[in-house]
T-cell receptor
Framework: EAGVTQSPTHLIKTRGQQATLRCSPI?????VYWYQQALGLGLQFLLW???????NRGNFPPRFSGRQFPNYSSELNVNALELEDSALYLC????????????FGDGTRLSIL | GENVEQHPSTLSVQEGDSAVIKCTYS??????FPWYKQELGKGPQLIID?????GEKKDQRIAVTLNKTAKHFSLHITETQPEDSAVYFC???????????FGRGTSLIVHP
């Protein structure tokens, strides 16, 4: 069974640009979660999508947005990039809402120059 | 909302020793507690989990204990090996529309 896959592995952008990160969940999983992991910090929750709908949002500005497609894959968009957006962005999927195991991809390393 | 405290932030042990990482949570409605291991350059990997109707769970060298009354749970690794070196995260979840809350992580270093 294929795990959660994320692309690209690395992404280098400059301030003010826009970035798009992609995630494919485990087959059969309908929920996708996005987290930001800045250097030395824990996992900060960004967004949760389930069945194509945004279910919850973390304490991040509106320039962080995303969507989930009919095949349950998802993309995260970050507009007007700032230096502090440099981080590892992790995607996780689970088989349903709430108290189910989340399975993570290996992330996209976003570097802002 | 839920608050998860994880200690210690760094743990250094000799190969063969045991390692214990502790987490406390605040929301008594939390009922699912996973543990993740994150190696350098990788995403977190689920290594063991426990639900609130169970007090202890073991998987080879790894065990998790849960004390619902005290609202704390712990990860125990016995006979540590250098490949156990990683950052370990605990989390607490209550299901429904709630998002799991993660601890800040413990960097475990196993010296050969």
């Amino acid at each position: 069974e294929a795990g959660v896959t994320q692309s690209p592995t690395h992404l280098i952008k400059t301030r003010g640009q826009q970035a798009t990160l992609r995630c494919s969940p485990i087959s059969g999983h309908t929920s996708v979660y996005w987290y930001q992991q800045a250097l030395g910090l824990g996992l900060q929750f960004l967004l949760w999508y389930d069945e194509g709908e945004e279910r919850n949002r973390g304490n991040f500005p509106p320039r962080f947005s995303g969507r989930q497609f009919p095949n349950y894959s998802s993309e995260l968009n970050v507009n007007a990039l700032e230096l502090e957006d440099s981080a590892l962005y992790l995607c996780a999927s689970s088989s349903g809402q709430g108290a189910q195991p989340q399975h993570f991809g290996d992330g996209t390393r976003l570097s802002i120059l | 909302g839920e608050n998860v405290e994880q200690h210690p932030s760094t743990l250094s042990v000799q190969e063969g020793d045991s390692a214990v990482i502790k987490c406390t949570y605040s929301d008594s409605a939390s009922n699912y507690f996973p543990w993740y291991k994150q190696e350098l350059g990788k995403g977190p990997q689920l290594i063991i989990d426990i639900r609130s109707n169970v007090g202890e769970k073991k998987d080879q060298r790894i065990a998790v204990t849960l004390n619902k009354t005290a609202k704390h749970f712990s990860l125990h690794i016995t006979e540590t090996q250098p490949e156990d070196s990683a950052v370990y995260f605990c989390a607490a979840s209550r299901g429904g529309s709630y998002i799991p809350t993660f601890g800040r992580g413990t960097s475990l270093i196993v010296h050969p």
